[in-house]
């Protein structure tokens, strides 16, 4: 078989791991041709890691290059890259979803022009019963994140609100709405949601808390279904990655995961 041309675009976490991953347990099925970051020094930083001469590119060359785009970068792009993605008929596997709420034509577009878009678990479980789910009627889907401090800082509800999460002293909820307005507050740490919605009910109909306290030593993800089917709870107590708090490890095998599955013929779960 031959073996699947990637580009990343995005060095940081998730991107050197799925690199990583592809020079090692993928190198049967998977080259990697190029990576592209906006910061020169991340790229020569992996390819450093990387002990290899892997190009490092433009953002619209190595689409041109490569027969299936990694985006790792972040939510302000992967709307525009899905497009450039489009318009070369390249797939794409895309981690920033929270960048697509808003911008669900380009998902209709792309199946019109037959590109696969890969949409990776990430940190939560639940994502396979939910798309069972929606085959008959879902009344709710409910996402409540609770994070350490160190894995909110920097988001722009905080700021706009004014919330002083290094002076939250126990289990605080800061956010309780919906998804399209939790994506917007924060874009770096509930990309879940945006799954949940594009798998489920919508942005507007998919209800977000957010929740932080001290105590807090794992990324939490609780997802919450009702519907003709039953009633579906998962519970995902993440690690967070090593190099990024707000990145949970069970997102960077989920990415891994999910194009090794690019190359594979059998298809196990929903
Ligand atoms: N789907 C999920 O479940 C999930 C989980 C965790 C993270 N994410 C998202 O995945 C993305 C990557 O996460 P990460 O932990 O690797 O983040 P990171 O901050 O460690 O790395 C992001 C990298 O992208 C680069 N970058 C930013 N803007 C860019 C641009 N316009 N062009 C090229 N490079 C650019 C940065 O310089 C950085 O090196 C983020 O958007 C994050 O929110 C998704």
């Known amino acids: 078989m031959r073996k699947i041309k990637v580009g990343i675009i995005g060095c940081?976490?998730?991107?050197?791991?799925?690199?990583?991953a592809c020079k090692d347990r993928m190198r049967n099925t998977v080259n990697l041709v190029g990576i592209c970051d906006a910061c020169e020094e991340k790229e020569l930083l992996l390819r450093k890691i990387l002990k290899s001469k892997v190009l490092i590119l433009k953002l619209d060359d190595i689409i041109k290059k490569v027969d299936l785009i990694v985006e790792a970068a972040s939510a302000k792009m992967s709307g525009a890259i899905l497009k450039k993605a489009i318009n070369n008929k390249k797939d794409i596997l895309?981690?920033?979803?929270?960048?697509?709420?808003?911008?669900?034509?380009?998902?209709?577009?792309?199946?019109?022009?037959?590109i696969k878009v890969y949409l990776p678990s990430g940190a939560i479980c639940g994502i396979d019963g939910l798309k069972s789910a929606s085959i008959g009627k879902i009344d709710s889907v409910t996402l409540t994140t609770r994070k350490h401090p160190s894995g909110l800082t920097g988001a722009p509800y905080l700021k706009k609100n004014d919330i002083d999460i290094w002076g939250i002293r126990k289990d605080t909820v800061i956010f309780d709405g919906n998804a399209m307005d939790a994506i917007k507050g924060f874009p770096q740490n509930v990309n879940v949601c945006a799954l949940l919605s594009l798998a489920g009910l919508g942005a507007k109909n998919t209800r977000?808390?957010?929740v932080t306290s001290p105590a807090y030593t794992k990324n939490i993800h609780e997802v919450e279904?009702?519907?003709?089917?039953?009633?579906?709870?998962?519970?995902?107590?993440n690690v967070p990655s090593k190099t990024n708090p707000k990145t949970s490890q069970l997102a960077v095998f989920s990415a891994i995961a999910a194009l090794e599955g690019a190359a594979k013929t059998v298809k196990i779960g929903t």
């Open 225 to 237: 279904i009702k519907g003709e089917f039953g009633h579906l709870m998962t519970k995902t107590e």
């Open 208 to 210: 977000v808390k957010v």
């Open 94 to 114: 895309i981690m920033s979803i929270g960048g697509i709420l808003g911008h669900e034509n380009l998902l209709k577009k792309a199946a019109k022009i037959g």
């Open 12 to 20: 940081g976490t998730i991107g050197t791991e799925i690199a990583k």
